[in-house]
């Protein structure tokens, strides 16, 4: 079983930045970050396929986050800019096992086959 772990969350003001990382115990594939807020639910932020060279982002962090991988650390990257306060939630790393068209299933979580604990990111007005 791949074992993912995320680390980066915290507490910040609306305007600042963060950066998640998803370190995989690991090969993955297909890779993506999710996000739920208290009362709603899980949505889909951002995903990368297993070259890094194709990337989907939710319309609502267009511009501002980024995605990237690093295959020879097994670690997968979200760079969060311009932070606003309704991105609070937690944060989920996913990572698919094997290679699929992605780019027919990166925004659900059927897409993913393994998953992490969550960090929490705060935004600040």
């Known amino acids: 079983q791949v074992q993912l772990a995320e680390s980066g969350g915290g507490l910040v003001q609306a305007g600042g930045s963060l950066r998640l990382s998803c370190a995989a115990s690991?090969?993955?594939?297909?890779t993506g970050w999710f996000r739920q807020a208290p009362g709603k639910e899980r949505e889909f932020v951002a995903g990368?396929?297993?070259?890094?060279?194709?990337?989907y982002y939710v319309d609502s962090v267009k511009g501002r986050f980024t995605i990237s991988r690093d295959n020879a650390k097994n670690t997968v990257y979200l760079q969060m800019n311009s932070l606003k306060p309704e991105d609070t939630a937690v944060y989920y790393c996913a990572a698919g096992a094997s290679i699929s068209s992605y780019s027919r299933n990166y925004y659900t979580p059927t897409g993913y086959a393994y998953w992490g604990q969550g960090t929490q990111v705060t935004v600040s007005s």
């Open positions: 690991g090969r993955t594939f297909g």
């Open positions: 990368i396929d297993w070259s890094g060279g194709s990337t």
